[in-house]
């Protein structure tokens, strides 16, 4: 599986920014998805999941509310919704592909995208 992602950019504070992960290879719509970030100094966060239907999604506390993952297996992309952002959201968000249906420890992903900057302005 190969990951694509994109839609990062510099935003205000209480803005909203769209990111999209394309994904190819002959598995990329029965992998469960996910995204994570990592802030400048930081590990690698989970942010949210999607489980390969689409069914049914996951998200980490910080984000919860805010942020909704979504998927289209016609298209092979997931995205991520990112409404009420806040500066502590600033960082690289990469998309990744699990053989799990819907994995939270980034361990349990096998591909990884190359990460879209997201900066948020206060």
């Known amino acids: 599986v190969q990951l694509q992602a994109s839609g990062g950019g510099l935003v205000q504070a209480g803005g909203s920014l769209r990111l999209s992960c394309a994904a190819s290879g002959r598995t990329s719509s029965t992998s469960g998805m996910g995204w994570f970030r990592q802030a400048p100094g930081m590990g690698r966060e989970f942010v949210a999941a999607?489980?390969?239907?689409?069914?049914?999604?996951y998200y980490a506390d910080s984000v919860k509310g805010r942020f909704t993952i979504s998927r289209d297996n016609t298209k092979n992309t997931v995205y991520l919704h990112m409404n009420s952002l806040k500066p502590e959201d600033t960082a690289v968000y990469y998309c990744?592909?699990?053989?799990?249906?819907?994995?939270?420890?980034?361990?349990?992903?096998?591909?990884w995208g190359q990460g879209t900057q997201v900066t948020v302005s206060s």
């Open positions: 999607i489980n390969p239907s689409g069914s049914t999604t």
């Open positions: 990744a592909a699990s053989n799990s249906p819907l994995a939270v420890l980034a361990g349990r992903y096998d591909y």
